[in-house]
């Protein structure tokens, strides 16, 4: 499990760093999940090395919303007074996602009927 942690927080840790040099608009957690995805595929680090620390970590995650949970409560006036563009947005997003996904997979669909 102290394997998996390291790695976890190692590429955590490079993400952070490469997004603080060179500047870039997307966090460094992001970047490091990238990382760790593209480590995953080419078989530089094996899930099995990860798996202890993820399921301790997935076990606890309930644990890890709880202050974006605190931070909705100190702006629920906020909410309360722009409910409609919340809610709104959140609707029109969640189509739009559906929407484009079911696109993307029908295009990806006739790229593999016209290759077979």
Same mark, same amino acid.
């Given at each position: 499990?102290?394997?998996?942690?390291?790695?976890?927080l190692l590429f955590q840790f490079v993400g952070e760093?490469?997004?603080?040099?060179? *500047?870039l608009p997307i966090p460094g957690n992001v970047i490091?999940? &990238?990382?760790?995805? !593209?480590?995953? $595929?080419? /078989?530089? #680090?094996?899930?099995?090395?990860?798996?202890?620390?993820?399921?301790?970590?997935?076990?606890?995650?309930?644990?890890?919303?709880?202050?974006? *949970?605190?931070?909705?409560?100190?702006?629920?006036?906020?909410? &309360?007074?722009?409910? !409609?563009?919340? $809610?709104? /947005?959140? #609707?029109?997003?969640?189509?739009?996602?559906?929407?484009?996904?079911?696109?993307?997979?029908?295009?990806?669909?006739?790229?593999?009927?016209?290759?077979?």
């Amino acid at each position: 499990m102290l394997q998996g942690m390291v790695l976890l927080l190692l590429f955590q840790f490079v993400g952070e760093g490469l997004s603080r040099l060179l *500047g870039l608009p997307i966090p460094g957690n992001v970047i490091g999940m &990238a990382l760790m995805l !593209l480590a995953l $595929v080419q /078989g530089w #680090v094996k899930v099995k090395w990860l798996e202890q620390a993820a399921d301790l970590l997935l076990s606890y995650m309930a644990l890890f919303f709880v202050p974006a *949970g605190v931070g909705v409560m100190l702006y629920f006036d906020l909410i &309360a007074r722009e409910w !409609l563009p919340i $809610v709104a /947005g959140t #609707v029109i997003s969640t189509f739009v996602v559906l929407a484009v996904t079911g696109w993307c997979e029908k295009l990806l669909d006739k790229q593999e009927e016209s290759q077979s």
